[in-house]
Nanobody, 121 residues
Framework: QDDLIESGGGSVQAGSSLRLSCAAS????????MGWFRQSPGKEREFVAG??????TYYSDSAKGRFTISRDGPNAFLLQMNGLRTEDTALYYC????????????????WGKGTQVTVSS
């Protein structure tokens, strides 16, 4: 059984919106940190957005003002992406870190397999 499963990716035009969902079969504790990462071919996996169960949110500079991370019940969280740009094209992963806030992928114990987002001009 997969711990985390992403959905909602697709191919869109620049300026469009997409909403990614992450469904978790693991328990998300109050000390956990939920994150979204992305990876483009030839690039390292990078932090996009993160969420504490208390509602505090964190964003990369490129995501700030365009993307919103939120909780969707006890076992899911979302990434609303507006104003998509061609440079947002990547495989997007959701992840959970048991020990709290981190923007480093190595600190996350649970990962989904990713959902592809492709933005064309």
């Amino acid at each position: 059984q997969d711990d985390l499963i992403e959905s909602g990716g697709g191919s869109v035009q620049a300026g469009s919106s997409l909403r990614l969902s992450c469904a978790a079969s693991i328990r998300i504790y109050s000390s956990s940190f939920m994150g979204w990462f992305r990876q483009s071919p030839g690039k390292e996996r990078e932090f996009v957005a993160g969420l504490r169960p208390n509602g505090n949110t964190y964003y990369s500079d490129s995501a700030k003002g365009r993307f919103t991370i939120s909780r969707d019940g006890p076992n899911a969280f979302l990434l609303q992406m507006n104003g998509l740009r061609t440079e947002d094209t990547a495989l997007y992963y959701c992840a959970v870190a048991r020990r709290g806030y981190s923007t480093m992928s190595r600190d996350y114990e649970y990962w989904g397999k990713g959902t592809q987002v492709t933005v064309s001009s």
